[in-house]
């Protein structure tokens, strides 16, 4: 428990710090258009597919900029590389599957959907950035992380709904997990909105400015196996009218810490603690309803 709580402490310090994907030259930049008709990708003959764009730049890396909104039907598999995805108003309808141990993926202004997972793992690690993304309406969880190796995941002003369920977070042997999520909103969904679990590894997510609420399942499921231990830091959020917990800490390897943050109307309480995990307090939070289970300490503020 003494480590759990000194865990806490720390991760309630500290974002998850990712560098800049950047192109690994001024000529590695493909361009998309829905009237686009090329295999060279050129400013002034643009593809007509972002897979066309992602093959024109030969497994090399580089930007994809889609002049026009495009309709992507088909699914991709990286295997490395950095790759940046400008393309607003676009919706990416295939799987993106992750193969290889260092690939640098970032997604800005897109929507996705599928009826499997929008984001899947065969054996991957790297990193993982959606900005002002949608990803909704997945017959699966809409976002599938089970990296076999570390892995940082970053997600800024998005949303992710209407799914089977939201988010997993769930490393597989050898694997591990950093997780920002900055003004993210998880609703709606069938499901629960975002589980993490340490079976096989580490995780450790920093949530803030975000709100979870109305799912089917728990807003937040924090599993704390053997793998590791299990850290989640929230703090000016909401968690409101999820259909079990709002927050659930499972296990004695699970802890999460919560600040200024609003749990309104949960419908089995806004706290579940179960097998020893632990929940934390700085004691300027808002509780709605029913509390549940209660808060396992309290941190200071400072």
């Not at 790759?83 to 799987?95: H, I, Q, R, T």
């Not at 307090?281 to 396992?296: H, M, P």
């Amino acid at each position: 428990m003494t480590r759990i709580i000194a865990k806490l402490f720390a991760v309630a310090a500290v974002l998850t710090i990712c560098l800049p994907v950047q192109p690994s030259s001024a000529d590695s930049v493909a361009f998309v258009s829905a009237s686009g008709s090329g295999t060279t990708c050129t400013q002034t003959a643009p593809c007509g597919s972002i897979l066309q764009a992602v093959i024109s730049l030969a497994n090399t890396g580089g930007r994809i900029v889609c002049v026009t909104p495009v309709v992507e039907t088909n699914g991709f598999g990286f295997a490395n590389s950095s790759y940046v995805f400008d393309c607003p108003g676009a919706s990416m309808l295939g799987e993106i599957v992750y193969f290889g141990k260092s690939v640098v993926l970032k997604f800005q202004h897109m929507g996705f959907s599928n009826t499997g997972n929008v984001i899947g793992f065969q054996s991957g690690g790297g990193t993982l950035i959606f900005e002002d993304c949608v990803l909704e309406d997945s017959g699966a969880v809409a976002l599938d992380i089970e990296p076999g190796a570390p892995f940082n995941l970053v997600i800024k002003n998005s949303r992710i709904s209407n799914n089977a369920s939201g988010v997993l977070i769930k490393p597989a042997a050898g694997g591990s997990v950093m997780a920002t999520f900055d003004g993210v909103t998880i609703v709606d969904n069938t499901g629960g909105g975002l589980k993490t679990d340490t079976t096989n590894g580490p995780v450790s997510v920093d949530i803030s400015n975000s709100t979870i609420s109305n799912n089917g399942g728990n807003g937040i499921n924090a599993v704390g196996n053997a793998g590791g231990q299990n850290i989640v830091s929230i703090k000016n959020s909401v968690i409101a009218k999820n259909a079990v917990a709002g927050v659930q800490a499972n296990g004695a390897n699970a802890g999460v810490m919560i600040a200024t943050t609003l749990l309104d109307q949960n419908t089995a309480g806004a706290l579940s603690v179960l097998v020893g995990g632990s929940i934390l307090t700085y004691g300027n939070n808002q509780v709605v309803g029913a509390q549940g289970s209660n808060f396992t300490g309290t941190a200071p503020l400072k």
